[in-house]
């Protein structure tokens, strides 16, 4: 079964630090891209950042509103996605789900896991 | 960047109707377009990637056309599960549309 797991949302203090985790099982990992898509309380959906897979070069690219703070990161042995944010502001609040690529055949969502930046 | 505008925000429908949902891209995004299905609580589901092609499983109601900068989302008979929030999706760079919200007239 193709799964996308997210963890380690939680409370968080604006400028503070969070790293979340995706677990990946059910498909060829290094040969998928990788995105992280958010989601404000009540708003649409914001792309945050893709990983392109290992064998199309695994370059990286974020939104403009996350550059700099944000970075993504893979372990290939571990079939794992990470995105850690730092500098964290109100405006980062929200659920964060990992996605494969809309180009990929490999089409699935995580559940997803909630940030709260708040003093 | 790539801007997507999405219209309606809000389509307000009965069951059995014809609903056409509109996407623009601010520059040419050539066929790089998904849609997606969102109900609350839920993670999207993926609908249609590369503007027209539907996802294995999803229903044959639903049906995406456009290249470019215009594409449209048509779903030939809504049914009752169909009532959720649509977004379209372009990944050429990467962004989504504000969102239309399919609700029940």
């Known amino acids: 079964e193709v799964q996308l797991v997210e963890s380690g949302g939680g409370l968080v203090k604006p400028g503070g630090s969070l790293r979340l985790s995706c677990a990946a099982s059910?498909?060829?990992?290094?040969?998928?891209?990788m995105n992280w898509v958010r989601q404000a309380p009540g708003k649409g959906l914001e792309w945050v950042g893709r990983v392109k897979s290992v064998i199309d070069g695994g370059a990286i690219d974020y939104a403009a509103p996350v550059k700099g703070r944000f970075t993504i990161s893979t372990d290939n042995s571990k079939t794992t996605l990470y995105l850690q944010m730092n500098s964290l502001t109100t405006e980062d609040s929200g659920f964060y789900y990992c996605?494969?690529?809309?180009?990929?055949?490999?089409?699935?969502w995580g559940q997803g896991t909630l940030v709260t930046v708040s003093s | 960047d790539i801007q997507m505008t999405q219209s309606p925000s809000t389509l307000s429908a009965s069951v059995g109707d014809r609903v056409t949902i509109t996407c623009r891209a601010s520059?040419?995004?050539?066929?790089?377009l998904a849609w997606y299905q969102q109900k609350p609580g839920k993670a999207p589901k993926l609908l249609i990637y590369?503007?027209?092609i539907l996802e294995s499983g999803v229903p044959s109601r639903f049906s995406g056309s456009g290249s470019g900068t215009e594409f449209t989302l048509t779903i030939s008979s809504l049914q009752p599960d169909d009532f959720a929030t649509y977004y379209c999706q372009q990944y050429d760079s990467y962004s989504f549309g504000g969102g239309t919200r399919v609700e029940i007239k």
């Open positions: 996605t494969t690529d809309p180009r990929d055949t490999v089409t699935t």
């Open positions: 059910g498909f060829t990992f290094i040969n998928t891209w």
């Open positions: 590369k503007a027209s």
């Open positions: 520059q040419s995004v050539s066929s790089w």
